[in-house]
């Protein structure tokens, strides 16, 4: 192991995940852990709607056979990294889960579907050590992403989310500091993922969250048989630091042990990228407040800070993909307008084929709003420009979802109702409230088994 730097944010980040235990966990930390499983476990069931998911699956089954572990939905057992791998890409492919803002990280995607992969194989895990590690992956995640100040250039969702989930085994296996701070180098050595894939709208993003829950659950594994990863992961010369983010702040790991970071996730109300939802929750709340139709619209302007310009400012097209139409402002707000939400089924190929929504795509413009930061998504101005010469705008401190301005929790149930009947096959009404009540008792559960039975369609069963 290369030599520790006293004092070091890797020092500060490992004694954090070595030290926290259930009882130690605010109230707050605590709900925010409930809702963010539910929220997760709602959109992989509706991802498994997406076709590429059959695809993954035959993938996946070559690299080896196994009864460990369920792929959520059709049931198939697999082992577990084939079943992370499948049950990460459901979680993101519709970029409708969870996201932790400053960090710019959708830290469950990853987490939840490694951690849950990980109890499923070794059996007997209970519902206070997922909550744990659950906590545990998020502040590890977040804390890192949220360091980062320099333009995204990695996919860093699922580079922190891998961090933080081979951190959340660790906390659950109460692993020393020695074995915590291998795995965790371990995985680092593995960490994949750029923004070339987002910017090309490439169905292979999402499958990058699946990529790196493999890498956290070899990385657990080699480390509790004693090989030793790289010490200084974060802060070497070659480190993630170094590499990945070479402009950081160290100050968010001051909050390591103080601040409990799930507890600041933000929803994702419609299936868009994160950083649509701006324009779309403008667009709604001023037609909401003054009643224009569409036709009343000569111009919108969504103004936005860097990293939405890089995220989402894009030209639609009949002929894009799903995938870069759920990275497309103008088409998703323009959905927005149209049909008063957006749907999973507003990125089937004949939405996007819509005439109406390219005319009024064609009117929405996304401008730079002199923000420097270049890894903030808030706050915006969405500014509606009538024919008849009214000029209406909003500001936006934070978008909806946030935890400026959360969701709440009816509506948080009504987004995963809505999710999980939108799946390969529609989870039945009593199925869903069984999990909706088996979540809320999280903590209470001595078998998180119990979780992923709740997640196989009633007529796949194969357990």
Not at 57 to 68: H, I, L, N, Q, S
Request: with cysteine.
């Amino acid at each position: 192991m290369s030599t520790r730097h006293t004092g070091s944010v890797t020092d500060a980040l490992i004694a954090h995940v070595t030290s926290q235990r259930f009882d130690g966990l605010p109230p707050q930390a605590l709900e925010a852990v409930r809702t963010f499983v539910l929220d997760s476990l709602g959109v992989a069931l509706s991802g498994t709607r997406v076709p590429m998911v059959a695809e993954l699956k035959a993938v996946a089954a070559a690299w080896g056979r196994g009864e460990d572990c369920r792929i959520w939905g059709t049931g198939e057992r697999v082992p577990a990294a084939s079943a992370a791998f499948v049950n990460g890409y459901q979680i993101h492919n519709q970029e409708w889960d969870c996201v932790h803002e400053p960090a710019v990280v959708h830290p469950m995607a990853v987490v939840l579907s490694t951690l849950l992969a990980w109890a499923e194989a070794r059996g007997g895990v209970d519902g206070r050590d997922l909550v744990l590690g659950c906590s545990v992956a998020v502040d590890v995640a977040a804390t890192i992403g949220a360091a980062a100040r320099n333009k995204l250039r990695f996919f860093r969702p699922a580079m922190c989310g891998a961090l933080g989930a081979t951190a959340g085994i660790a906390a659950m296996l109460r692993l020393d500091a020695a074995t915590t701070r291998s795995a965790l180098g371990l995985a680092y050595s593995q960490l994949s993922g750029t923004m070339q894939a987002h910017v090309e709208g490439s169905p292979v993003l999402p499958m990058q969250i699946g990529f790196n829950t493999r890498a956290a659950l070899v990385a657990v594994d080699m480390a509790c048989r004693g090989i030793v990863g790289p010490g200084e992961f974060l802060e070497g010369p070659f480190g993630y630091f170094a590499l990945m983010d070479h402009d950081w702040d160290p100050a968010p790991f001051a909050g390591l042990g103080r601040v409990h970071r799930v507890a600041e996730l933000s929803h994702k109300p419609f299936p868009s990228g994160r950083a649509t939802h701006g324009g779309v929750d403008g667009a709604l709340s001023l037609q909401q407040q003054h009643g224009f139709a569409t036709d009343d619209i000569e111009a919108i302007r969504v103004l936005a800070p860097p990293l939405v310009i890089q995220l989402v400012d894009r030209p639609p097209s009949p002929q894009m993909a799903p995938s870069y139409a759920r990275l497309c402002l103008p088409y998703v707000a323009a959905t927005a307008l149209l049909r008063g939400t957006v749907s999973v089924e507003d990125f089937d190929a004949a939405a996007l084929r819509d005439t109406a929504r390219h005319a009024l795509a064609a009117r929405i413009r996304v401008q730079h709003d002199g923000n420097p930061s270049l890894n903030a998504l808030a706050p915006q101005r969405v500014e509606v420009d009538l024919r008849d010469g009214r000029r209406l705008a909003l500001d936006l401190p934070a978008v909806l979802g946030a935890p400026g301005r959360p969701l709440g929790r009816e509506r948080h149930l009504a987004k995963f109702r809505t999710a999980a009947a939108s799946g390969l096959v529609p989870l039945p009404p009593a199925r869903i409230e069984s999990l909706i009540a088996l979540v809320g008792r999280l903590e209470e559960l001595p078998d998180v088994r119990a979780l992923v039975d709740l997640l196989v369609f009633p007529d796949h069963t194969r357990a």
